[in-house]
């Protein structure tokens, strides 16, 4: 699929929850969430149908994100559904790692290619600070389950204020050196402001490049983090809303009022 200024299409993010565990500050509310009912968020087949028709348009890279995926009941039948997806060449989650002890063994047999995991600082009280409570153990153990499990290349996302040498990324870049972890710095940003800029190692931020549509939770196809328009999947039937999201995907981001990192998925 390509969209009105020549961009081809075929990276597609899915936040499978609203839910999470931890309460990054840059990325939940102070006040905390006003939660998803359930009967509103898609289910496992409508994900899946969903998957399967923007597929046919032309998806082939798939990333499953949040809240944390790891909360999302049943996440490895899920997985392992996208995965029977043939055409999709590269399957990946997004996950801040505190689960993922239990799961990767699972999610490597149920088809997943790869994971990135969030730390933004090898400090166990800076961690518990910056994720209103989180135990960094938790997530070091989730890195070597991971591993283990052959989930491969495991990258790091390291969400940065300014730049790659403050304190905090600098002890992740150390962390990462020594464990053979591949290391993507992520300038914070502010949806609202509409402050967003390049990720280092990685396409996000340069909207010139810019390949991917998001899938909320609750079913709402973005074309673009930085911008309210969103059309309702269930409503309009699938491929209806890949059309038109497709069809209006902004040249560049503004700032978005509508929504969250939390609920989009980053
Ligand atoms: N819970 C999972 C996690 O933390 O990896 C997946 C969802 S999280 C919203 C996806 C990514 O967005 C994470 O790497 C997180 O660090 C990043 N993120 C969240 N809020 C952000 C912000 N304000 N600016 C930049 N990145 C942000
Ligand atoms: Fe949860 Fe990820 Fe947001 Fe942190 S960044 S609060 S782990 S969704």
Redesign the pocket.
Known sequence: MYDRFNRSIDYLRI?VTDR?N?R?R??MPEEGIHLLRHEDILSFDEITGFTRVAVAKGIRKVRI?????LVRKGIVTLVKMIAGIKEIVDLSM????TLLKHFAGDLKKAGLHRV???L?TIDPERFEYITRGGNINDVFEGIDAAKKSGILPVKI???VKESKEEEDARGVTEFCLKNDLEIRY??????VQGH?SAVDGGTGGNCALCNRLRLTANGKLKPCLFSDIEFDVRDLGYEKAIMKAVGVKPESGSNNLTG???N???
């Open positions: 936040s999470c931890l990054c840059y990325c994100t949040g809240g944390e995926p997004t996950t801040n790692g990135n995991i969030s933004d996302n390291c969400v992520i300038r914070q940003m502010d949806l967003f969250g990192f939390f989009i998925g980053g």
